[in-house]
């Protein structure tokens, strides 16, 4: 099992910046990598980032490249996610969650969620 704790979200005004960190406990070591997903009021759950726990191989969406940086503690066994120039776009919940076999983009191949953080991105 593994444990998944997201922090560092909240209000920020268009053009500014926020960083998520996600820690994590338990049997990360089992996991192929961790993803960012996010999900606005009404909409799906879509793919933001993800980092593998081996290689560190990173992926971004088409939305956020350029944008946002997906990065890891090892030592910590925490992620990170930093979000510059961000849009009300960008505006939703945050969730981290580790699996990944499959296909990264997919939420359903992700087995440990945590609980969401709220980024909100004014005009």
């Known amino acids: 099992q593994v444990q998944l704790v997201e922090s560092g979200g909240g209000l920020v005004q268009a053009g500014g910046s926020l960083r998520l960190s996600c820690a994590a406990s338990?049997?990360?070591?089992?996991?192929?990598?961790l993803g960012w997903f996010r999900q606005a009021p009404g909409k799906e759950r879509e793919f933001v980032a993800a980092?593998?726990?081996?290689?560190?191989?990173?992926y971004y969406a088409d939305s956020v490249k350029g944008r946002f940086t997906i990065s890891r503690d090892n030592a910590k066994n925490t992620v990170y996610l930093q979000m510059n120039s961000l849009k009300p776009e960008d505006t939703a919940v945050y969730h981290c969650?580790?699996?990944?076999?499959?296909?990264?983009?997919?939420?359903?191949?992700?087995?440990?969620w945590g609980q969401g953080t709220q980024v909100t991105v004014s005009s």
């Open positions: 338990g049997r990360t070591f089992s996991s192929y990598a």
């Open positions: 980092i593998t726990w081996r290689g560190g191989f990173k």
């Open positions: 969650a580790v699996g990944g076999k499959g296909g990264l983009a997919n939420p359903t191949n992700f087995d440990s």
